[in-house]
């Protein structure tokens, strides 16, 4: 009797604790200025149907206007939230897609990136080459 009560415990604690918890995902949604003057609409407004969910913010200036979606412990991805409904103004709602010019998940991007480091810094290369390419990423930080 102790072990119908003590087996499927200890294999409940055990898959807890070795269960992957969802990250934090930050998605960069950009705009093209152009695009949102023809719709009347702004980054401004289009971010107000992700603020009561989200943790947003939204930059507009010289450039392309652009809102950072901050999604908290989340398996979504970039077509997920490229799929939702936002109000473009007071009577029309579209998908995002729809509206952006590209939504970027940014947490996909950071892993991408830390591969390709990972893959250059493995790569046996000549003593002058070497030299070269120090100087190139002493240029570039």
Not at 26 to 52: D, M, P, Q
Not at 103 to 132: A, C, M, R, T, Y
Request: net charge negative; with cysteine; charged share 25%.
């Amino acid at each position: 009797m102790k072990h119908l009560i003590f087996v499927p415990l200890l294999t409940l604690l055990v898959s807890v604790g070795f269960c992957k918890n969802p990250e934090d995902k930050t998605f960069v949604v950009i705009f093209s200025k152009k695009e949102l003057k023809e719709l009347k609409s702004s980054a401004e407004y289009i971010e107000l149907s992700f603020i009561e969910d989200y943790k947003t913010k939204t930059y507009t200036g010289n450039s392309d206007a652009v809102i950072f979606i901050n999604v908290a412990n989340c398996d979504f991805d970039k077509c997920h939230i490229a799929q939702q409904l936002v109000q473009i103004n007071n009577t029309t709602w579209k998908p995002l897609q729809e509206v952006a010019f590209r939504v970027i998940d940014l947490s996909e991007s950071k892993e991408n990136f830390q591969e390709l480091l990972v893959s250059f810094n493995s790569q046996p290369v000549d003593k002058e080459e070497d030299k070269k390419k120090g100087k190139i990423t002493q240029s570039i930080l």
